[in-house]
């Protein structure tokens, strides 16, 4: 840096910080020669041999503004505190509490407290000495600790129920006053504790057929809510800083960490966030990654961002042998050659939505019908558009190739536009019947189809046709639903949560998740929540004639997901406006199966 520098503004994204939640306030420079620049592109103090920088400094407050907080919940105010606590030098912070309920509720915790206290007598706890920084100073009656010298700083558990401060000043370490102009000051409110996502079990189901517990496998399927769309607009009723990104990631790869599934479907997984952090994170946790971004980007928070399918599998439990890219912008350009030129401007301007699907061809590890398992000959990245593929023969160890083919998509969502969704999923259905016709090979179709149990779209999925006289056809301006009797397929699907109504009542759980289906279609309530709109729009389907459920996620009740304070999805627990869904699938017995279910993959769904 050349020349002097000038602060002109600091702000954060989000004034409420969160335990493990990077803060990274903007900070506005003006250089020497009047352009403007963010922090990024200047030097911090120390970082450099540079005269001129920025000196960044992070504070605790030692005694909390406005009052203390409740230890058990931080976003509280206290209204009691323990004598006994007092009495015997016990950590000061965890003597407050919100109301006696509270206290009374967690006194058995309270009585160990006070227990290793006197245990560790004069070696007990005092306030200072859980601060990481060693300079302190007091200013308008409050007294602050220094914890960071960073331009970023991430709160730790001990910064929970405390307030923040950031101080920013220009700096020019060859003056006797190296301070320059203003130090710009930020103040937050109490750092909240760490994300906690839902905690949801699995269960059990009694299978309907006769299978096999060897290689069973569970499959998940969630839309993320890409930080494209997490707009305050579009979601008002979520806090900021619930919807912001940085907490929204922790909160989700907690969520999908804690469910372990082997294969998870996730939608409106934005390009970058795959590629920065969910790729990384997922595959330190074991997992092997495919990805398919859509081809238009938008323009967002002063960037371009697109989204995509996302499809990861657990490593040592399958390898990928074949991957097949849709993009359903290909088929409207082919389907739009038939037109008339003087209507193919408005038939591309109706079929080009940009939507796309993911399908991979995954062989098991552990073959469910053999003694013996292993990879055989998979593994490969290959496209849509490699020749050859792979066949279904006996693998080195003398068992049978076990192979399940996994489509992973997101529809579009214009209700506006059924006859589009319509043909985007019938377009699915078909490139996968086309895998189907080389290889007897187990489906799995999972994703967002944007579509609601019982309409056009739905039929054709679960039940293989569409009738002709649904009043969805009727919406048709470009024909192609026309004849009604091509809207079929032969795939042997059904959709894996409507079993459960079918199942015997095992204990509470099944009676509970029962409760949770709608009477009328078997399928959940709700998989998405918002203020204007609930239902569901998820779906896991399966073939019948080779796999069958044995477990499925239970499903959240309502109230769960909605409260006085958040109309719906998002919120600070759940961080979409979709609810994840996740299947156990086991193998269904073949007759005479010693040497197993398989087959090979070697057709183009396109």
């Not at 005269?51 to 919940?73: D, E, L, T």
């Not at 000061?92 to 509720?105: A, D, G, Q, T, V």
């Not at 006769?210 to 979601?235: E, I, M, R, W």
């Not at 008002?236 to 082997?262: F, M, Q, S, V």
């Amino acid at each position: 840096m050349t020349g002097p520098i000038h602060i002109l503004a600091a702000r954060l994204q989000s004034e409420t910080p969160v335990c493990g939640v990077s803060l990274e306030p903007y900070v506005l420079v003006r250089r020497q020669d009047n352009t403007t620049v963010s922090a990024e592109e200047v030097p911090q103090e120390g970082s450099t041999d540079s005269r001129f920088s920025i000196k960044s400094r992070w504070y605790r407050s030692v005694v909390n503004k406005g009052g203390q907080v409740c230890w058990v919940h931080p976003e509280k105010e206290a209204h009691i505190q323990c004598i006994l606590c007092l009495r015997c030098k016990a950590d000061i912070k965890k003597s407050y509490h919100c109301s006696p309920e509270c206290l009374r509720e967690h006194w058995p915790f309270h009585k160990d407290f006070h227990l290793n206290s006197r245990l560790n007598g004069e070696n007990g706890y005092t306030p200072e000495s859980s601060f990481k920084g060693g300079y302190t100073y007091s200013n308008s009656g409050e007294c602050w600790v220094e914890v960071g010298r960073e331009r970023t700083y991430t709160p730790g558990p001990e910064d929970v129920g405390a307030i923040l401060k950031f101080d920013c000043t220009a700096y020019d370490a060859a003056s006797p006053y190296p301070e320059v102009g203003k130090t710009f000051s930020i103040i937050t409110a109490r750092v909240r504790p760490a994300p906690c996502p839902p905690k949801r079990v699995l269960v059990p189901l009694t299978p309907a057929k006769p299978s096999v517990t060897k290689g069973k496998f569970t499959l998940l399927t969630y839309n993320l809510l890409a930080d494209l769309y997490a707009t305050a607009d579009q979601f008002g009723y979520c806090p900021n800083w619930a919807l912001a990104w940085p907490y929204r990631k922790l909160n989700l790869l907690k969520e999908l960490l804690g469910y372990g599934a082997d294969i998870m479907c996730l939608q409106e997984v934005q390009s970058n966030h795959f590629q920065d952090y969910l790729a990384p994170e997922l595959q330190k946790a074991g997992y092997t990654a495919i990805y398919k971004k859509k081809t238009t980007e938008m323009y967002t928070r002063n960037a371009y961002a697109m989204d995509g399918c996302a499809t990861f599998f657990r490593r040592d439990r399958f390898a990928l042998v074949k991957k097949y890219e849709v993009e359903f912008n290909k088929a409207a350009l082919s389907l739009a050659d038939a037109f008339p030129p003087d209507q193919k401007k408005a038939a591309l301007n109706r079929l080009l939505k940009d939507n796309v699907a993911l399908i991979a061809v995954l062989e098991a590890l552990e073959p469910p019908f053999g003694d013996q398992g292993g990879p055989s000959g998979g593994g490969g990245n290959s496209s849509s558009s490699s020749s050859g593929g792979a066949g279904g023969g006996s693998s080195s160890s003398g068992s049978r190739r076990q192979l399940i083919c996994v489509a992973n998509t997101h529809i579009h969502a214009n209700p506006e536009n059924n006859d589009v969704k319509l043909w985007q999923v019938h377009t699915l259905l078909k490139g996968l019947e086309k895998i189907a016709a080389s290889a007897d090979i187990p489906m799995l179709v999972a994703g967002d189809f944007n579509t609601t149990p019982g309409s056009a779209a739905h039929m054709l999925l679960v039940k293989g046709s569409v009738p002709p006289n649904n009043a969805e056809l009727a919406n048709d301006p470009l024909g192609i639903l026309r004849p009604a009797s091509k809207l079929q397929h032969a795939l042997p699907l059904s959709s894996a949560y409507t079993v459960v109504a079918g199942c015997p009542d095992r204990d509470h759980a099944s009676l509970r998740q029962k409760r949770r289906l709608d009477a009328a279609t078997g399928e959940p309530k709700f998989t998405n929540v918002t203020k204007d709109f609930r239902g569901t729009l998820d779906y896991v389907l399966y073939s019948t004639d080779s796999l069958v459920p044995s477990a499925t996620l239970e499903l959240p009740d309502e109230t769960e997901v909605r409260t006085k304070s958040t109309a719906g999805l998002p919120n600070d627990q759940w961080s979409s406006d979709h609810v994840a869904l996740m299947v156990e699938f086991q193998y269904v017995q073949q007759p005479g199966a010693a040497g197993g279910a398989g087959g090979g993959a070697g057709a183009s769904p396109s």
